[in-house]
């Protein structure tokens, strides 16, 4: 069972749906669509608060004419091993400058997820059972310090000169 979880906990009702061959969105729910399907739906109407899935191998700059009309765009994680997706984050955060709803889906392990958080991931669709409930009771580790320029600054700013710490941008 999939659950979404944000920084303050998970969250019930959520009406997002990614719509498959087998599971389309009905009646109160909004679909989430493949990036293809995406592309061509809103070639086709002036609709804002759509929501697309980015699979690792999608372009998002593709994105980029619409974005001020998407509400959530969805990066999915087939792998825990596939870090592309950190990768989309950030262009969609840094360099897009895209400020709605970004969904981490797939294989979200509990480690990965103070990472996710860094690069610009605001909500989960968590299906691990360990994840889930260790999420549930806020146990979420993390790395106290980063040389990486993030979307989000570290709590903790200082240290050597020559290190990047908690800063964004170069």
Not at 30 to 58: Q, S
Not at 104 to 132: C, E, K
Request: charged share 25%; with cysteine.
């Amino acid at each position: 069972m999939t659950k979404i979880w944000k920084e303050n906990g998970f969250v019930d009702g959520d009406t997002w749906v990614t719509e498959t061959e087998e599971r389309k969105a009905g009646e109160g729910e909004k679909a989430v669509l493949p990036l293809d399907a995406f592309l061509a739906a809103v070639a086709e109407t002036n609709d804002v608060g759509l929501g697309v899935l980015i699979a690792p191998a999608d372009d998002v700059k593709k994105l980029e004419p619409y974005l001020d009309r998407i509400a959530l765009i969805a990066v999915a994680f087939p792998a825990f091993s596939d870090g592309r997706g950190f990768s989309h984050a950030t262009l969609l955060r840094d360099r897009l400058g895209y400020a709605g709803e970004l969904r981490a889906v797939g294989d979200v392990l509990i480690d990965q997820v103070p990472l996710m958080l860094r690069t610009g991931f605001d909500s989960f669709a968590v299906t691990n059972p360990v994840a889930q409930r260790r999420l549930a009771e806020n146990c979420l580790t993390g790395v106290a310090q980063h040389y990486q320029p993030t979307a989000r600054d570290s709590e903790v700013v200082g240290g050597f000169s020559w290190r990047r710490l908690g800063t964004s941008g170069a």
